[in-house]
T-cell receptor
Framework: KAGVTQTPRYLIKTRGQQVTLSCSPISGHRSVSWYQQTPGQGLQFLFEYFSETQRNKGNFPGRFSGRQFSNSRSEMNVSTLELGDSALYLC??????????????FGPGTRLTVL | AQSVAQPEDQVNVAEGNPLTVKCTYSVSGNPYLFWYVQYPNRGLQFLLKYITGDNLVKGSYGFEAEFNKSQTSFHLKKPSALVSDSALYFCAVRDRNDYKLSFGAGTTVTVRA
């Protein structure tokens, strides 16, 4: 099976712009989670989607949003970019049913640089 | 609330020696516990997980971890480290009633030849 894919792999934006990142989960996986990784804050949970519904959200401002499509593919959007949004954004997928314990499989990430 | 602590930023060992990476956790209920490894410019790779049952869990690449409920710990171990084990290791916890995975800050492991 193909792994989790994320596009684009690298992105450079300027402050005030918005950006959309895409994630395609492993075939058959219904849950997609997003994380932000920075040297200072480490891995921070953004949100998790299952069957097009957001089930959980981390402590990020409303500028960060996401959605999931019927084919389980997911996008996350960051509006009004700030310098502090520069990070590696990781997507992870899992089989995931309610209250299950399946591990998450991570994509290679999208490196976002905000200038 | 749930959280993970990895008390060591760095662990240095010689090749062939035992490797231990420490992790303690805090959750309100019963935990699911995971270990992941990250190589430079790569995503995270799953190593092993604890769900229930036997406290000693065996995973990929010869790694194992021991769940200790009384000490709320889930230390990662490898009997004989390899240079190729040099990477960043993350411990993660999830409450069984939640969908959010919380990660520790990570421990950089360096195995010298």
């Amino acid at each position: 099976k193909a792994g989790v894919t994320q596009t684009p792999r690298y992105l450079i934006k300027t402050r005030g712009q918005q950006v959309t990142l895409s994630c395609s989960p492993i075939s058959g996986h219904r849950s997609v989670s997003w994380y932000q990784q920075t040297p200072g804050q480490g891995l921070q949970f953004l949100f998790e989607y299952f069957s097009e519904t957001q089930r959980n959200k981390g402590n990020f401002p409303g500028r960060f949003s996401g959605r999931q499509f019927s084919n389980s593919r997911s996008e996350m959007n960051v509006s009004t970019l700030e310098l502090g949004d520069s990070a590696l954004y990781l997507c992870a997928s899992s089989l995931a049913f309610k209250r299950d314990y399946n591990e998450q499989f991570f994509g290679p990430g999208t490196r976002l640089t905000v200038l | 609330a749930q959280s993970v602590a990895q008390p060591e930023d760095q662990v240095n060992v010689a090749e062939g020696n035992p490797l231990t990476v420490k992790c303690t956790y805090s959750v309100s209920g019963n935990p699911y516990l995971f270990w992941y490894v990250q190589y430079p410019n790569r995503g995270l790779q799953f190593l092993l997980k604890y769900i229930t049952g036997d406290n000693l869990v065996k995973g990929s690449y010869g790694f194992e971890a021991e769940f200790n409920k009384s000490q709320t710990s889930f230390h990662l171990k490898k009997p004989s480290a390899l240079v190729s084990d040099s990477a960043l290791y993350f411990c993660a916890v999830r409450d069984r009633n939640d969908y959010k995975l919380s990660f520790g800050a990570g421990t950089t492991v360096t195995v010298r030849a």
